[in-house]
């Protein structure tokens, strides 16, 4: 992923995702050299109301030596595109760094033969740094069919609401995320807050590929002023981040104590797994958002959010009602 800070993201070969399909396209240059990636996954989400799947367009990548050829990129879109199913909505939805200028110019022009990025909203993901959780308790309970079945009612009330939040069941959901994982608040007797903490470097590992130059010389310092502000540092490039989401969130009429209380406890537990990063995304707006940005003092990725449509559709049915999305940042 393009931007300031440039990312990686590797999958460890032979896992299978219960929450994620993928369709991979490379894209070979003349003399057989692959030079080109493009994905698509489909997720499992609430749109208008109801379940749905949805394609999301991902890891596209070029070797810049070599240069993208437009009639190869149209071609990698058409087999992308061509994997939608009857049962899926019709239309996609992706996200582009604010600061990968390069792909939004492309992208955003609407050429003849492309796709057509319709923008729908901003997307921010959120990185914190466990070193300080502030005075909590881990108040864990165990995880028998009767807490399992609050959660679960508790996200399809929450998410049903949210366009493109993710409408998975607890069982696969238990199947990424153990029971141990999971972070619960109660007020009053009931679960209010509860979301859980994926862990995903052992099977789906994020690494910093890079920085531009002026980040680059400027990370020594950084990181000093950064440890006394209890930011999050940045580390060596070409480096893992031990870091877990905060996913699959959900809350009964957020009162803002419960979101903070929600978050210091999954970063008490991710720092007691030797974690040094938690993350989570929102769109402006969201309690996860409102909470982030007012108590803590992340790294933030901007990027924007589009609905993907073939060359020639200009509209996208009832889109316009996703001013504000749910889209889950751990399985994009």
């Known amino acids: 992923m393009g931007g300031r800070i440039r990312l990686s993201f590797q999958d460890k070969p032979g896992h299978i995702n219960p929450c994620k399909r993928e369709t991979l396209v490379l894209l070979e240059s003349q003399g057989g050299r692959v030079h080109g990636v493009g994905g698509r996954k489909v997720l499992d989400v609430w749109y208008d109301g109801r379940k749905a799947q949805v394609g999301y367009l991902h890891r596209f990548r070029g070797e810049s030596r070599i240069g993208w050829n437009f009639e190869s990129i149209k071609q990698g879109f058409d087999m992308l595109l061509d994997s939608r199913t009857d049962n899926q909505l019709d239309f996609d939805v992706t996200s582009i760094a604010s600061d990968n200028t390069a792909a939004r110019r492309l992208l955003e022009r609407n050429l003849p033969g492309m796709p057509i990025y319709h923008p729908l909203c901003g997307y921010t993901t959120f990185v914190l740094t466990t070193r300080r959780s502030g005075t909590v308790s881990s108040d864990s309970e165990p995880m028998d069919d009767t807490v399992i079945a609050e959660i679960e009612s508790l996200q399809q009330q929450y998410a049903s609401a949210i366009q493109f939040a993710p409408s998975y069941s607890m069982v696969r959901l238990l199947s990424v995320i153990p029971a141990q994982d999971w972070i619960l608040v109660r007020r009053g007797g009931r679960i209010v807050a509860a979301a859980g903490m994926w862990n995903q470097p052992p099977t789906e590992q994020i690494r910093v590929a890079g920085y531009d130059s002026l980040l680059s010389a400027m990370r020594p310092l950084h990181n000093v002023l950064a440890r006394l502000l209890n930011k999050p540092t940045l580390p060596p490039a070409d480096s893992n981040l031990p870091m877990a989401f905060l996913a699959f969130a959900a809350f009964d009429s957020p009162h803002p104590s419960d979101v903070l209380l929600l978050i210091r406890r999954a970063m008490l537990?991710?720092?007691?797994?030797?974690?040094?990063?938690?993350?989570?995304?929102?769109?402006?707006?969201?309690?996860?958002?409102?909470?982030?940005?007012?108590?803590?003092?992340?790294?933030?990725?901007?990027?924007?959010?589009?609905?993907?449509?073939?060359?020639?559709?200009?509209?996208?049915?009832?889109?316009?009602?996703?001013?504000?999305?749910?889209?889950?940042a751990a399985l994009l």
């Open 269 to 328: 537990h991710a720092r007691n797994l030797g974690l040094a990063y938690l993350a989570f995304g929102a769109t402006e707006g969201a309690p996860l958002y409102r909470i982030a940005l007012k108590h803590f003092r992340p790294w933030k990725f901007a990027t924007t959010i589009y609905a993907v449509t073939r060359s020639g559709r200009q509209t996208v049915d009832g889109i316009q009602r996703a001013a504000s999305v749910g889209l889950e």
